[in-house]
């Protein structure tokens, strides 16, 4: 780990396509500005922050593997795999690390197959339906929950 708390922010499938993915549920704001959003947000936080996507779950699992000696906290957009994967669930229970589950979309006002997260039980905190600023807001909440700021 570094001097700054680091985190990891992980994102899942079909996430690189935000822009252009079904903009009027997922906006027209893309992966990238995203990041960049983070990113300026760390820098006022005083974190350092790990930005990652993938189409594969085995890859997701094996970087909260990688997140338990080299993270102090997770957030993640794991996409569909939210509703889908206990390879993820038990990943993030082993890694011991607060974990904060982060949805562009009101999961609740879509499909009832979207209502269930295997993520859910292990997160701190949920945010949903605010687009990317839910990961800003989950930098903040991050900061909070290991003791960076008061705020």
Excluded at 76 to 99: C, F, K, Q, R
């Amino acid at each position: 780990m570094t001097d700054r708390p680091e985190i990891m922010i992980l994102n899942g499938p079909n996430l690189n396509m935000l822009g252009v993915r079904e903009p009027a549920i997922y906006g027209r704001e893309t992966l990238g500005d995203i990041e960049d959003a983070c990113r300026a947000m760390a820098e006022d936080l005083g974190l350092g922050i790990d930005f990652r996507q993938s189409n594969h779950e085995g890859e997701l699992v094996s970087w909260i593997h990688e997140a338990r000696d080299s993270a102090d906290g997770i957030v993640i957009n794991a996409g569909a795999y939210t509703h889908t994967s206990v390879a993820i669930l038990d990943a993030l229970t082993l890694a011991e690390l607060p974990v904060i589950e982060v949805h562009l979309s009101n999961i609740y006002k879509r499909e009832s197959f979207r209502h269930h997260s295997y993520i859910s039980p292990v997160a701190q905190g949920v945010l949903c339906g605010f687009g990317g600023q839910g990961y800003v807001l989950a930098l903040q909440a991050m900061a909070r929950i290991i003791g960076q700021t008061d705020e």
